[in-house]
C-alpha cells in the first residue's frame, strides 16, 4: 500500500472515531449540570418562594421555584437559564423581575438540580410546553413573558413560537447551537452530529409577540453580531438592545442592562405615528451631467 494512501486512510479513521465521540459525549461537552440532593433545600435572601415538582409523562420529575412579587403580581416570568448549574445559583436573578412586580418560576432542565429523566431536545421541549400549560392555568397569556438566557433563548424562542406570550426576552441568544459549535470545531460535521441543534432562527420567524433581544458587546462566546442577525428575522417585532461593553456572563454588573430590563417590562408598547415623519423622504443623488 502507498505510504500516502496509508496516511490518507488513517486520517479518515481518526475524523470518524472523533466524529463518534462528539456525538456520544456532546452531553457532557454542552451541559455543565449542577445536581442537588432531593432533600435539598433552597434559601434566598429577602425573596418569597416556594418549590415546585412536575411529574412528566414519561415518569420525568422537573423542579422549579416560584420567587413571588411582594406586591400584587402583574404577570409571571418564565425564566429559562443557560447552560450551566442549577436554580440554586440562578435564583439570584429572579429579584430582577419581582421588583418590578412581576412573580418569576425558574426550573432545572433534565439532569440538572433535582430534575430527573433522559435528557433530549425534545423531551425538553416537551417538558417546558408542560410547564408553560399550568402556568396558563393560573395566569392569562397576556401576562406570561419568556426570558431566555444564552443556552434558554432556543427553547424560549420555541415555546413563544407556538403559543402567544405577552412578549419574547432573549439574552445573548444564539442562531443556532449548531453555529455556535461549529465556531470551536468547523471541520467537523456537525449539522449532522448535533443532537442538539436549537435552530433558534427558524422558530423567530412564527413568533407572534414582541421580541426583545439584549446582548453585549463583549460578548465572546455569541458574538454580539449574532443578535443583529436574528434581529432582521422578525424584525416588525424585534427591538435590539445593545449593553455596551457586556460579555456573555456578566450584563447583570451593568446598570444600562436593568435599565433596558425595566424599560422593555413596564413601558407599554406605542404605534408611531409615522403620517408626519420623514419616512417616505428619499435623499437627492446628484446626476453626472452629459456633456452636450
Request: charged share 20%.
Amino acid at each position: 500500500m502507498p505510504s500516502w494512501l496509508y496516511i490518507l486512510l488513517l486520517v479518515i479513521a481518526v475524523y470518524f472515531i472523533i466524529s463518534i465521540a462528539l456525538y456520544y459525549l456532546q452531553d457532557y461537552l454542552l451541559f455543565k449540570p449542577e445536581k442537588l440532593p432531593k432533600d435539598f433545600r433552597f434559601n434566598y435572601d429577602n425573596q418569597e418562594f416556594k418549590e415546585y415538582n412536575l411529574t412528566t409523562r414519561d415518569g420525568a420529575v422537573i423542579n422549579g421555584v416560584l420567587f413571588k412579587s411582594k406586591e400584587s403580581p402583574k404577570g409571571i416570568v418564565l425564566y429559562l437559564k443557560g447552560n450551566s448549574k442549577s436554580i440554586k445559583g440562578w435564583g439570584k436573578f429572579a429579584v430582577d423581575f419581582t421588583r418590578l412586580g412581576y412573580s418569576v418560576l425558574m426550573v432545572d432542565y433534565r439532569g440538572f438540580g433535582k430534575s430527573t429523566g433522559k435528557r433530549t431536545q425534545k423531551a425538553i421541549k416537551r417538558d417546558l410546553q408542560e410547564i408553560y400549560n399550568k402556568i396558563k392555568t393560573l395566569t392569562p397569556e397576556n401576562n406570561i413573558i419568556l426570558y431566555g438566557r444564552s443556552l434558554g433563548s432556543g427553547f424560549a424562542a420555541k415555546l413563544a413560537s407556538i403559543n402567544n406570550p405577552k412578549m419574547l426576552i432573549l439574552d445573548a441568544p444564539y442562531y443556532s447551537l449548531t453555529k455556535v459549535t461549529t465556531r470551536f470545531m468547523p471541520f467537523m460535521p456537525l449539522s449532522i452530529l448535533m443532537k442538539y441543534p436549537l435552530p433558534t432562527y427558524k422558530w423567530l420567524k412564527y413568533v407572534q409577540c414582541p421580541i426583545h433581544i439584549i446582548h453585549g458587546t463583549n460578548d465572546k462566546l455569541i458574538p454580539y453580531k449574532t443578535s443583529v442577525k436574528l434581529s432582521k428575522i422578525n424584525s416588525s417585532r424585534t427591538k435590539l438592545h445593545t449593553v455596551i461593553g457586556g460579555g456573555h456572563k456578566d450584563l447583570n454588573n451593568f446598570p444600562a442592562y436593568h435599565e433596558m430590563l425595566e424599560s422593555i417590562i413596564t413601558t407599554p408598547a406605542k404605534t408611531v405615528d409615522l403620517s408626519n415623519t420623514s419616512i417616505n423622504v428619499i435623499h437627492s443623488s446628484k446626476k453626472s451631467k452629459k456633456k452636450a
